[in-house]
């Protein structure tokens, strides 16, 4: 069933464990996404990038996928459709319209006070729908470069001005696989939960340790990213399915192999982020 991200978050913060976030890609992500997280009866959320929704197809196609396939595969984990780094009110618009349950408003790229008013018009908007809202301060730059939000306080006046319901701070994580050892500021981010007190999301959790993982979680991160694990899984079985087998033309059969080894990240995945939860 797809739900919105705020009751799920209910829990998780109480009993510390996060909600996995899984980018989609095509038809097979979204189908093995579902069935590996629901044999784990983990929680969800379906993240999909506006370049992702421009190769699907639309917002709705992406938005009747995700129905459909929760009904025929009879998926009974709680399912989060989102859309993740819109950075406009418009994108987030359209998503909202055509049935996510969540958006994510990136006006990181602008001044404090455009961030703010540009979140603020999409958290109006996704109230009336009730669509939960996720935002952003720092910035994630090239060749994992990024800038750190300025302090506790700024983020607690954030949250207060816009009324988004989570909030993901740059605290040193990057996109993509990081080129050299990651440098979270685990004290900054224990520092923005106190001050903030709604939920908080980290974006580049691939390539993160175990350990890193759980801290993270321990310091107040509820809902975790990830997209590159799954991603270099799938390239990686691909590349030895290809190399012993250079007659294969079936997409079908090339597939269908890798799939099963972002399954296995998924479940490895899953176990770090959410072991305490019990559905």
């Given amino acids: 069933m797809l739900v919105n991200s705020k009751e799920l978050f209910v829990s998780a913060q109480k009993k510390e464990y996060a909600i996995p976030a899984y980018n989609i890609n095509n038809l097979e992500w979204i189908k093995y996404i579902l069935q590996a997280c629901n044999e784990d009866n983990s929680p969800v959320i379906l ?21 459909d396939l929760i009904e025929q595969l009879n998926i009974r984990i709680p399912v989060v459709l989102h ?20 958006v994510m408003i990136d006006a990181s790229y602008s001044s404090f006070d455009e961030n703010v008013f540009v979140t603020s018009k999409v958290v109006n908007y996704a109230k009336k729908y009730n669509v939960s809202v996720e935002a952003q301060l720092g910035s994630f ?3 994992a470069n990024s800038y750190y939000c300025s302090n506790a306080d700024e983020c607690k006046e954030f949250v207060l001005s816009t009324g988004i319901d989570s909030l993901a701070p740059v605290v040193g994580n990057a996109h993509g696989l990081y080129k050299d050892e990651d440098q979270i500021d ?46 270099c899984a799938w390239a990686n079985s691909v590349r030895k ?39």
């Fill in 47 to 67: 993240a999909v990038t506006p370049l992702s929704i421009k190769y699907f197809g639309g917002y709705k196609i992406v938005s009747n996928l995700v129905k």
């Fill in 186 to 231: 685990f004290v900054l981010l224990a520092d923005i939960c106190k001050a903030v007190k709604i939920p908080l999301v980290l974006h580049g959790a691939s390539g993160l340790d175990d350990n890193k993982l759980k801290t993270a979680i321990f310091c107040g991160v509820t809902k975790v990213n990830i997209s590159t694990d799954l991603m």
């Fill in 141 to 143: 730059g090239d060749d």
């Fill in 241 to 279: 399915y290809l190399e012993n087998d250079k007659d294969v033309y079936d997409p079908r059969k090339i597939i269908i192999p890798a799939m099963d080894c972002v399954k296995e990240v998924i479940h490895r995945k899953n176990k770090i982020i959410n072991s305490k939860n019990k559905l």
């Fill in 83 to 102: 859309l993740d780094h819109a950075k406009d009110f418009y994108s987030c618009k359209n998503a909202i319209d055509n049935g996510f349950t969540s």
